[in-house]
């Protein structure tokens, strides 16, 4: 009976532990190349957290952080990309991280939501042949762009691709935008 308590505890505690929010690289970021320190000086900065999610299936990583430093407001959007290097997967197993930072300001997150029902509306009007995929960008800039895919059987689509410095990252269409409308609010 005690070590089936124990179990119970120990599994209540990995589960609050999985589902807390880590904000470290952006906060990381945030502090590091965006607020400026001086020493003597104070300075002042917010931060909120707006979407931090793993991808099970790819081991992607997306995090999003509203961020408000001096006059500038901000959406960081931190995308971790793991891989294997095959040089050192050989030698060492490890896997490697590569993360990537973009800063999308307002008028680029406006943009975003103001075009989202364009994207699509041109998605849905292409008829895929078997075995064909096809896909409509929106380009939001030289290191973003947001993609739906469709194929033969599938009408509208749930997941959107947001391509992170020429690296995928997959979420919902619905996350997406309620994470852009917070963070228009915030």
């Given at each position: 009976m005690r070590q089936a308590s124990y179990y119970i505890i120990g599994l209540m505690i990995?589960?609050?532990?999985?589902?807390?929010?880590?904000?470290?690289?952006?906060e990381r970021y945030i502090k590091n190349n965006i607020e400026s320190h001086q020493t003597g000086d104070f300075t002042s900065v917010r931060m909120m957290t707006l979407y931090n999610q793993a991808n099970n299936k790819d081991?992607?990583?997306?995090?999003?952080?509203?961020?408000?430093?001096?006059?500038k407001k901000g959406l960081l959007?931190?995308?971790?990309?793991?891989?294997?290097?095959?040089?050192?997967?050989?030698?060492?197993?490890?896997a490697i991280t590569n993360?990537?930072?973009?800063?999308?300001?307002?008028?680029?997150?406006?943009?975003?939501?103001?075009?989202?029902?364009?994207?699509?509306?041109?998605?849905?009007?292409?008829?895929?042949q078997?075995?064909?995929?096809?896909?409509?960008?929106?380009?939001?800039?030289s290191e973003l762009y947001l993609s739906l895919g469709k194929s033969k059987g599938t009408s509208i689509p749930g997941d959107i691709a947001l391509w992170v410095k020429c690296e995928k990252y997959m979420l919902s269409t619905e996350a997406l935008l309620a994470t852009?409308?917070?963070?228009?609010?915030?």
């Open positions: 990995f589960i609050v532990a999985s589902c807390a929010s880590v904000r470290y690289d952006t081991g992607t990583h997306l995090e999003m952080t509203a961020f408000k430093y001096k006059d959007i931190s995308a971790h990309q793991y891989y294997k290097d095959r040089k050192k997967a050989k030698e060492e197993g490890d993360t990537a930072f973009i800063i999308l300001d307002t008028t680029q997150c406006r943009a975003i939501i103001n075009n989202y029902n364009l994207l699509e509306t041109k998605i849905k009007k292409e008829n895929a078997v075995d064909e995929e096809i896909f409509i960008d929106y380009t939001v800039s852009l409308d917070d963070f228009m609010k915030y």
